[in-house]
């Protein structure tokens, strides 16, 4: 079944549906190709929604009603999003950043679980670098969107925010209560 949970099934297809050379079969076609493997006709038109509309960016909680919706606003983007997750709802308040993936399933919108969380205080760099390597990427030749750069970078804008807080370890978050704690 591909209702929740199915996270590590729809985060391995969603990190193996981009290709790895221009013109190449997919990761995942590879897969579903082969002779050992059985999708069911309604899995695999889930499964395509989800490649096909799937979004890497910086998303910003905007509302969350428990137990498992959570509005994200994509900052580098300005699109907002409804997405169902219990997990994000539960651990997540208004105004948190977090570096993820979403998707479309034809019916509503899902986020991998895996998410990685944006400390406030280091956003700003976040942007600026993402801007900064669109930019460089712009002027390396043919123009390229901040959507595609998003898509085709994730894992490095991932990584830069690991490496920011491994500098600055002591995050600052805000309780739904909307307290301040440091630590």
């Not at 929740?4 to 391995?12: G, H, K």
């Not at 193996?16 to 190449?24: A, E, I, T």
């Not at 895996?114 to 990427?137: A, D, F, N, T, W």
Request: overall charge negative.
């Amino acid at each position: 079944s591909l209702e929740y949970p199915y996270a590590d099934i729809l985060f391995d297809w969603l990190m193996f549906g981009k290709r790895f050379q221009p013109g190449s079969m997919t990761a995942a076609r590879a897969y579903e190709c082969s002779p050992d493997v059985t999708i069911k006709p309604g899995e695999r038109s889930i499964l395509r929604s989800l490649v096909e509309t799937h979004r890497f960016s910086c998303f910003e909680v905007q509302r969350i009603e428990p137990p498992d919706r959570v509005e994200l606003k994509d900052i580098f983007r300005d699109e907002i999003f409804e997405i169902r997750d219990p997990w994000m709802a539960e651990s997540l308040v208004i105004w948190d950043v977090v570096a993820t993936s979403i998707a479309f399933t034809g019916r509503v919108w899902l986020s991998i679980p895996r998410y990685i969380y944006i400390p406030r205080s280091q956003l700003e760099r976040v942007e600026k670098y993402v801007h900064r390597k669109v930019r460089e990427s712009n002027s390396c030749g043919e123009p390229v969107d901040i959507g595609a750069f998003l898509e085709a970078n994730s894992n490095i804008i991932v990584h830069y925010v690991w490496q920011l807080c491994a500098r600055c370890p002591e995050t600052t978050l805000v309780t739904p209560e909307g307290e301040e704690i440091t630590g």
